[in-house]
């Protein structure tokens, strides 16, 4: 199941270094993976769920700030099952991924770990130290919701974490007691709604 998230990660990674290459060639002032507070958010959110990675911003020839997210294509659809395992007791089943949009789905409740993690994985500090290409091993975004059939759902945005931040989540979900979960891409697909 590794393997299949390795690919995952390599193939979403090789495309944003690219981008960033690209645009750093183009551009200057360029900063890769850059956290955001945006103004606004849900009465009493906390900051930790509006913080937001940029995989880039810079300036333009005007001398404007721009965004830029490097995005790979949907999925042709979610597809079969791609590998199962087992994380403890948690048993998983592996669907289709894209890196940059990255679904974990469970029956249950919220899971209680997740700020914690969310917090190490986005590096809330910002002190990572940064490659040649200025990434810095983090999730871009995560964020959780309860779906149509009542399970819940984390939705991440892997930008350049290792697999080992999909790895720590899904301890988390064992420890927890949970007994069973679906990790694959299934929103991102072509055709579904955003």
């Known amino acids: 199941m590794t393997e299949h998230l390795e690919a995952a990660r390599t193939r979403y990674l090789n495309f944003l ?15 890769p993976e850059l956290l955001l507070l945006p103004d606004g958010g849900r009465p009493g959110e906390p900051e930790l769920h509006r913080l937001h990675r940029m995989d ?3 300036k333009d020839a ?20 791609v590998a199962t395992g087992t994380v403890g007791s948690l048993s998983i ?16 409740s919220d899971l209680s770990g997740f700020d914690g993690w969310y917090a190490r994985w986005l590096n809330q500090a910002d002190d990572n130290p940064r490659d040649a290409d200025g990434l810095a091993g983090v999730v871009h975004h995560a964020a959780r919701h309860t ?9 991440i945005d892997g930008g350049s974490a290792p ?7 899904l301890q ?3 420890a ?12 991102y697909v072509r055709g579904a709604a955003a």
């Open 93 to 108: 089943t592996l669907f289709p991924v894209v890196w940059n949009a990255l679904e974990v789905r469970y029956p249950g």
């Open 56 to 58: 880039l911003v810079y």
């Open 163 to 169: 697999v080992t931040a999909v790895t720590e989540l």
């Open 147 to 155: 779906d149509e059939q009542g399970w819940q759902v984390m939705a």
């Open 17 to 31: 270094r690219a981008g960033l290459r690209r645009k750093a060639e183009e551009q200057c002032g360029c900063a």
């Open 62 to 81: 005007d001398d404007k700030h721009r965004m830029t997210e490097f995005n790979l294509d949907p999925l042709p659809g979610a597809g079969e099952p």
């Open 172 to 174: 988390l979900l064992e």
């Open 176 to 187: 927890a007691g949970v007994a069973e979960c679906a990790v694959g891409s299934f929103s």
